[in-house]
């Protein structure tokens, strides 16, 4: 057996070939897939190297989901990979359909993997008379019958404290950092689109050894021009690394690509998580002068969003050292030297 050591993408383990997961007082690893996470799951399952669960969904005329497993769970260490992609609504209800038969098979333990959590941005009661989704979605997902949760770059923090379930937030920086550093781009410097993701940007501008700039959004008193754009930071002749958590309808992103194009930019490379790609925000993103588009594969992405100049990362194998680690009660720190 091979004993070379290789780097597991994602994070800062390098893994050499080992025996298989052993069996903990949860039963066996059981890896079962939803409708939005597919090709995600199966990547999954093979680094795992097993075959995923089966089961059977159906959508009556009326819209109700019906779920049946092709196999028993009872005693067992499932995990259930489903990623909060379009249509929204239907695939959370499929999850906490799921959630539930596993809970009613007896399964040892159920752990749900949701890489991009939906209505994360309904995290605070900011105006009168409006909910805190994000807190509805987790307490659903934790009577459903989840014992834990895996989630990917939450837009919020506070999130994690919505659950009384444990669960691993984790973060596609590591992933994303070390693409940007092996294309060695000359002359580089970070820039946010938005001032709320400063301290995560400020990260990738420690990991490449380059200067951070913020495009700023203002408030204007002229009605036909209701924002005001600004760039705190200097990126004349410099090539930008534009970065995000996701990017939904784009025109964040183009208006803060047009706004260091008017300060002097050179090649512009975005970078983010999330590629929700609402609407028309893959079209937008086509005719915006960006060299690369870097994301990942928490959501789907259609054929016919995937640009040219788009580069998709997977997170499958982040995933399944997690899982491992879960399984056999290892740290999940030590991925990262944490």
């Known amino acids: 057996m091979s004993t070379t050591a290789r780097k597991v993408p994602g994070t800062k383990y390098f893994r050499q070939d080992e025996p298989a997961p052993k069996r903990n007082l949860y039963g066996e690893i059981k890896v079962f897939c939803g409708s939005a996470s597919q090709e995600l799951g199966t990547e999954l399952a093979e680094y795992l190297g097993m075959v995923q669960g089966s089961y059977e969904r159906v959508q009556f005329s009326n819209e109700n989901i019906f779920v049946r497993l092709n196999e028993s769970v009872r005693g067992q260490d499932v995990y259930l990979v489903q990623t909060m992609a379009s249509p929204v609504s239907d695939n959370i209800m499929e999850l906490l359909i799921m959630l539930d038969t596993f809970k009613r098979d007896s399964a040892g333990r159920i752990t749900a993997v949701i890489p991009y959590l ?74 946010t689109t938005d001032l709320g993701y400063a301290k995560r940007a400020r990260n990738y501008a420690t990991r490449l050894d380059c200067p951070l700039a913020f495009v700023e959004k203002r408030r204007s008193t002229n009605l036909e021009r209701p924002e005001l754009l600004t760039l705190i930071g200097d990126v004349e002749g410099k090539n930008v690394i534009m970065v995000d958590d996701e990017v939904n309808t784009a025109r964040s992103v183009a208006n803060a690509v047009r706004t260091v194009k008017a300060h002097g930019a050179k090649d512009i490379y975005l970078a983010f998580t999330h590629p929700v790609l609402s609407g028309d925000g893959y079209r937008r993103l086509a005719e915006l002068p960006i060299k690369e588009i870097i994301t990942t594969n ?20 982040l995933l399944a050292e997690v899982i491992i680690r879960a399984h056999e009660g290892r740290s999940v720190g030590a991925l990262f030297d944490e």
């Not at 309904?122 to 834990?148: E, F, N, W």
């Not at 928490?298 to 194998?317: D, G």
Request: hydrophobic share 45%.
């Open 298 to 317: 928490t959501l789907p992405i259609a054929p016919e969003k995937k640009l040219p100049n788009m580069t998709i990362l997977s997170v499958a194998p």
């Open 118 to 191: 939906s209505y994360a941005r309904s995290d605070k009661k900011d105006q009168p008379r409006v909910p805190i989704t994000a807190r509805l979605i987790a307490d659903m997902i934790q009577i459903a019958g989840a014992d834990r949760y895996i989630t990917i770059d939450l837009h919020s923090g506070q999130i994690q404290g919505f659950f009384s379930i444990p669960g691993d937030v984790l973060t596609a920086f590591f992933l994303l950092s070390d693409y940007l550093a092996e294309k060695q781009i000359a002359n580089p410097v970070v820039v």
